[in-house]
């Protein structure tokens, strides 16, 4: 017969068990919002998501806020694996308007809603905004980085301004196609592929 003292030993540190409960609670918040949308996750309907009471979820975030900035923060973290993972080859303006007319991949499709989720949320909420302010940063920093080491003679604000071109053109496209509104024929692909080389070409 197995002791408590034994039982006790096997349980993982309190510090890994409070991270599982903040993960439990992330990845039920994020079922909510793409369910629902946000004002719908209400913190009771993400408690009821995680099996958990509403008064625990208080124990692991102060918030709805607190929330939606580790929901930002876990996509933030995939992106930047994503960009780091990046084969070291030249960016491709054929390739990546291509990506502009094709499906949003379904692995990827749930983190674009809460992106988008989150994006409406900051015109009215000015802690969200901050939120996704301190991560578009994040990921704007590295990129550049990437975004030079393919194109050595930009400096920093070059760069940065390009990118910033660039995201705005994928963004909106992604968030018309996530909504239904976007087009994927031949004549819009050609019109991005030349708008992305205008942008790459004037760093060489």
Known sequence: MRSRSDAKSRRPPKAERDQR??????????????RHGFHAASLG??????????????????????????IVESIVERRLRSLIDRPLRRINALDMAKHLVQDVPEELRDDDILMLEATVE?????????????????????????FR??????????????????VSLFEGTLFRRLTGRGRSDIRIRRIYEAMI???LSKGD
């Open 122 to 146: 900051a015109t009215r909420n000015p802690t969200v905004a901050r939120i996704l302010r301190d991560a578009d940063q994040r990921l704007l920093a590295h990129a550049v980085a990437v």
């Open 45 to 70: 309907a993400i408690a009821a998501s995680a099996e958990m009471s509403v008064g625990q979820i208080y124990r692991y975030f102060a918030n709805k806020e607190a929330i939606v900035h580790a």
């Open 197 to 199: 080389e205008e942008t």
């Open 149 to 166: 080491r393919d194109h050595p003679r930009l400096d920093a604000r070059d760069a940065s301004a390009r990118l910033e071109a660039l």
């Open 21 to 34: 409960r903040r993960d439990q609670i992330v990845v039920a918040a994020q079922k909510c919002v793409v």
